[in-house]
């Protein structure tokens, strides 16, 4: 069965401070991988996506992911965070056969501070 | 565009009613689309998936007859809470499965507060 571990439950940056959310994921073949945005009481916003080819992927709002085979991660980074950019991040992982369903990651609540 | 909406956005109901969510895919057509529950400050949950005129598909531990979902076009799914109870207030999230380029991609709506009084 897959899996998805974000570590960090919490991480606090600076404004302008560079940013790195980590995800790591248990799945047999090549998976496919999301990074998930939410702000409170909304639902889930789209930052990018890896279904095969480049491992280095871009993503709105600044963001970017590197799909890392070997260490099983694709850990999200922006290099200079916004204050608007305070959220809850989601990594999910997609079966690459015919199955739909993601399965998420618990989450990391971002805070910036000024 | 892969716009979803979901709606109501927020309900408050007597213990012992129905809710119905209605979820659309506003800009693509969605074979398939997939209702969450979010309890606070933690992660989703799927509670099933649904798919264009056929039965919904539901997880482990999930009641089908407490919670009904009807998929009848290619735009719209309704979940339909029944005889709700105060155990059942959470907020309550859709998915639609975008195809376009091959492999799908989930759009999510805003999401659904339930409070059962």
């Known amino acids: 069965a897959q899996s998805v571990t974000q570590p960090d439950i919490h991480i606090t940056v600076s404004e302008g401070a560079s940013l790195e959310l980590r995800c790591n994921y248990s799945y047999g073949a090549t998976p496919y991988l999301f990074w998930y945005v939410q702000s409170p009481g909304q639902g889930l916003q789209l930052l990018l996506k890896?279904?095969?080819?480049?491992?280095l992927v871009q993503g709105i709002k600044g963001f970017e992911a590197e799909f890392k085979r070997s260490q099983s991660s694709f850990n999200l980074r922006k290099p200079s965070v916004h204050w608007s950019d305070a959220a809850e991040y989601f990594c999910a992982v997609g079966s690459s056969f015919g199955n739909e369903k993601l399965t998420f990651g618990t989450g990391t609540r971002l805070t910036i501070i000024p | 565009g892969a716009v979803v909406s979901q709606h109501p956005s927020r309900v408050i109901c007597k213990s012992g009613t129905s809710v119905k969510i209605e979820c659309r895919s506003l800009d693509f057509q969605a074979t398939t689309m997939f209702w969450y529950r979010q309890f606070p400050k933690q992660s989703l949950m799927l509670m099933a998936t649904?798919?264009?005129?056929?039965?919904?598909?539901?997880e482990q531990g999930v009641e089908k007859d407490k919670f009904l979902i009807n998929h009848a076009s290619l735009t719209l799914s309704t979940l339909t809470v029944t005889s709700a109870h105060p155990e059942d207030s959470s907020f309550y999230i859709c998915?639609?499965?975008?195809?376009?380029?091959?492999?799908?991609?989930?759009?999510f709506g805003p999401g659904t507060r339930l409070l059962v009084l």
């Open positions: 649904s798919n264009e005129g056929s039965k919904a598909t539901y």
């Open positions: 890896y279904f095969s080819g480049d491992t």
């Open positions: 998915s639609a499965g975008d195809r376009a380029g091959g492999r799908e991609t989930q759009y």
